[in-house]
């Protein structure tokens, strides 16, 4: 798609206790309203005071994106008139952002840079209910980071795969929780020679892929039919309907007045800081695929596709930590684990839980049970929480290892197979590969497939 542009504003909320210029909590009840005060309402008089964690999770990612760090923090305020922001104002970076520049390599090897990493509040949330519109301030107040890229995917499937590696490294940090906090995105789309779109709080990444999708047919058509985007506008994505739906046309950063917030101090943000930091930054996707390929052996192409996926690198280190032999292992993940979820078009945390494959690594690791077999109960697990040792008990699918048995299986594939027996003496390796098929066959897959290389060869002599 050489004709497209796609830029992302992708708004990670922060994985505090407290908001970002209060004490009230961020998680407790949810009664419309019910954690709030003074300062995240905006009434008059009241000051704002940045929460410290914050600005520690927001200097990690910063880091570890391999920003330049501003040496002072100062804040803004964003003008606008919104019920979802009592004070009129959002408290947000736009003169001096906390970090300039850094990147996010793509699967492909793609490199996409970034313009800016800023702090910024949510606003409170808006309850719609028939014709009337409810305020919910709960939610104002909570820190984001705001990470703006350069304009440079081509395609849905960047866009998805920017976003996905920009989960794990925010994982890896710690500072984001997938179970209570949110990814927003904004996506800036528009055909070469023509004005940009931009689509407005996508939540998931499969929705990105879609709404970026239908507005490049729609911008498509346009052109065809000799119309095309001639002015910036404002679109929202209806995730239910599969559209994306006019809002209004696309404000200017100038028309939001920004000034400096005269209730926050700037902050000196000395090297001091910065340095200590960097020594609490955990390991990171780069560092570990050096760490993978140098004590485990493994090739570097699956290096980077485990330590480029949080939960596929917890699922390696937690098999190995098990017992698991490492290369096995992070073959059958990259591979087998990968296919499963592709095929099903599904994400490890939504339809796997992690106990039961790593059940299923252990299981093929000590030979009790086939790879086969192992294969067909991960095709299990994405749509039911199977109890796994209990399903291979019942459905009596260990693994035949004893000897005896499996020389009388291979004795009678050896007499049901002369013509191949024969081929494989005068050297064809493939009929060898047929006959352990054979083999595998009368087992009904249950055949450990080394022992039963191992004696074929001492039977067919």
Known sequence: MDDIIIGIECHVSLNTKTKLFCSCALEGSEDPNSRTCDVCVGLPGSKPVLNKKALDYALKLCLALDCEIAPELIFSRKIYFYPDMGKNYQITQYEVPLGVGGHIKLASGKVINLT????????????????TVLVDYNRSGTPLCEIVTEPEMSSPEEARDFLKRLLSIIQYLQIFDIDSCIIKADANISIKGFERVEIKNINGFKDIQKALEYEISRQRSLVSEGKGIK??????????????????????????????????????????????TKKHLPELPDDKIIRFVKDFKLKKDDAEVIANDFDLAHLFEKAIDDGVNPIFASEWIRREVSRVLNYSK???????????????????????????????????????????????????LESVSNTDELEKICLEAIKNNKQAVDEYKAGNEKSFNFIVGQVMKLSKGKASPSVVNDLLKKLIK
Do not use: C
């Not at 679109?235 to 404000?251: A, L, N, V």
């Not at 790879?371 to 299990?380: F, V």
């Open 231 to 276: 002015h910036r506008e404002t679109r929202g994505w209806d995730s239910d309907k599969g559209i994306t739906i006019f809002q209004r046309s696309k404000e200017l950063e100038a028309d939001y007045g920004y000034i400096i917030d005269t209730d926050l101090v700037i902050t000196d943000i000395t090297n001091i800081i910065v340095e200590e």
């Open 346 to 396: 599904k994400d490890i945390d939504e339809s796997f839980i992690k106990q039961h494959l790593l059940e299923v690594l252990e299981l093929i690791n000590h030979n009790k049970i086939t790879r086969q077999t192992g294969q067909r109960i991960m095709e299990l697990l994405v749509n039911e929480d199977l109890d796994v040792k209990k399903y291979v008990k019942d459905n009596n």
């Open 116 to 131: 800016r990493v800023h702090m910024e509040e949510d606003p409170g949330a808006l309850i719609h209910q028939g014709n």
